[in-house]
């Protein structure tokens, strides 16, 4: 079936480096995208979003690129911080439906 | 504001037993209700979702079941757990359809023994 991946399941950078996490998705049907920030033992949050008449989106340090023409998302985190540190969930969604396809995951981890 | 609350945070639980978690939301009307669950380092599986009232959809197969007795309210039972049950629980609330976030809240760790 249809399903949102994620390219590399671990990401380690230094403090201050920029940081791109990748998301592959196949449903080309699909017209919202978000990006997702999960602690250690706690529940999901909300990083930024797109729609899929946008191909870029900047929030404070984060920027979401989409390609259309090839399924993929992407998520930019500038100057990372040790806070960074977390797993990074893309998902998607396709109009007329409530529920969101999640990817695996990413884990992002910072060294000071 | 929205705020989304899990009630118990932990459960430690035998085998064969009952289970009964809670997830209220506040500060919103008619939410699209969510259960995911989550292994550990593992994704979200979603579990049911429900658009109103007394109605679920169930997206996997499971000893597991959800009810939505009021508006803000959703819970997911079961009558015996399984070894495989042990995880991470997630509600999660939006509004409308499709194109909306969907914001979760903070987690059962359930662990069955």
């Known amino acids: 079936g249809e399903s949102v991946g994620l390219h590399l399941p671990t990401l380690s950078v230094q403090e201050g480096d920029n940081s791109i996490i990748n998301c592959a998705y196949s449903?080309?049907?699909?017209?919202?995208f978000i990006w997702y920030k999960q602690e250690s033992g706690k529940g999901p949050q909300f990083i930024i979003d797109?729609?899929?008449?946008?191909d870029k989106r900047q929030g404070q340090r984060v920027t979401v690129l989409l390609n259309k023409t090839v399924k993929h998302l992407s998520l930019q985190i500038a100057a990372t911080q040790p806070g960074d540190s977390a797993v990074y969930f893309c998902?998607?969604?396709?109009?007329?439906?409530?529920?969101?396809?999640f990817g695996k995951g990413t884990m992002l981890l910072v060294s000071p | 504001s929205q705020t989304i609350h899990q009630w118990p945070a932990t459960l430690v639980q035998p085998v064969g037993s009952p289970l009964s978690l809670e997830c209220t939301v506040e500060?919103?009307?008619?939410?699209?209700l969510y259960w995911y669950r989550q292994a550990a380092g593992r994704g979200l599986q979603l579990l049911f979702y429900?658009?109103?009232?007394?109605?679920i959809s169930s997206e996997v197969p499971q000893n597991l079941s959800a009810s939505r007795p009021q508006d803000r309210q959703f819970i997911l039972s079961s009558k015996k757990l399984l070894l495989s049950d042990s995880g991470f629980y997630l509600c999660?609330?939006?509004?409308?359809?499709?194109?909306?976030?969907?914001?979760f809240g903070p987690g059962t760790r359930l662990t069955v023994l």
């Open positions: 999660a609330w939006s509004v409308g359809v499709g194109t909306d976030t969907q914001y």
């Open positions: 449903n080309s049907a699909s017209d919202y």
């Open positions: 797109i729609r899929s008449n946008m």
């Open positions: 998902a998607e969604n396709s109009s007329g439906y409530s529920t969101l396809t």
């Open positions: 500060g919103t009307s008619n939410p699209n």
């Open positions: 429900s658009v109103g009232i007394g109605q």
